[in-house]
């Protein structure tokens, strides 16, 4: 075999190693239950992964091709030209959005978005909206018991605690 064929076999083995590692790196990117994809920064989806399908309600077939903002109703923290701004300056972004799904319901989600040089984005997203629900019940009951304690820390008529033994755990000024 002359080096010149020999190097030819060598590239073509790296060339299809490569290719099998891209297949594989692709389908763990299509499986994966976080919501993946990948947009050209002026235009419109390239990417949808089977997370994105089961978070949003959105066939890949319907997403690809659109823009992912107008399709999700995307709500930004900052102004959209701003976030752009930031994009293209620092080459990623990470914070929440706000999401419209296909059946109406709003999704809060993590979002990380990666600018590459040919100006398409990687955005991974994370749901958080069940986190952010809790979040505001705990804040509402704990401020419903500070409201319950100044009542009774407040009260004219005495109010005591007892635990089970009995012992006095606590008493308010009306005692």
């Known amino acids: 075999?002359?080096?010149?064929?020999?190097?030819?076999?060598?590239?073509?083995?790296?060339?299809?190693?490569?290719?099998?590692?891209?297949?594989?790196?692709a389908s763990l990117l299509t499986l994966?239950?976080?919501?993946?994809?990948?947009?050209?920064?002026?235009?419109?989806?390239?990417?949808?992964?089977?997370?994105?399908?089961?978070?949003?309600g959105f066939e890949s077939?319907?997403?690809?091709?659109?823009?992912?903002?107008?399709?999700?109703?995307?709500?930004?923290?900052?102004?959209?030209?701003?976030?752009?701004?930031?994009?293209?300056?620092?080459?990623y972004w990470s914070g929440e959005l706000r999401h419209i799904c296909k059946d109406g319901r709003e999704v809060t989600v993590e979002s990380r978005h990666q600018l590459l040089s040919?100006?398409?984005?990687?955005?991974?997203?994370?749901?958080i909206t069940e986190k952010k629900q809790i979040e505001v019940a705990l804040r509402e009951t704990e401020e419903r018991?500070?409201?319950?304690?100044s009542i009774v820390e407040f009260s004219d008529d005495a109010i005591v605690s007892k635990n089970l033994d009995g012992i006095i755990t606590s008493w308010n000024k009306g005692c």
């Open 1 to 25: 075999m002359v080096p010149s064929e020999l190097q030819s076999k060598r590239e073509l083995s790296v060339v299809n190693a490569g290719s099998e590692r891209t297949e594989r790196l």
């Open 32 to 56: 994966s239950y976080e919501p993946m994809l990948v947009w050209r920064l002026n235009g419109s989806i390239e990417f949808w992964n089977t997370g994105a399908e089961r978070l949003y």
């Open 61 to 91: 077939n319907e997403a690809v091709g659109r823009s992912s903002h107008d399709l999700l109703q995307t709500k930004f923290p900052i102004e959209f030209a701003e976030f752009v701004t930031r994009l293209q300056h620092q080459g």
């Open 118 to 127: 040919d100006g398409t984005v990687i955005e991974v997203n994370r749901d």
């Open 145 to 149: 018991l500070r409201w319950i304690a």
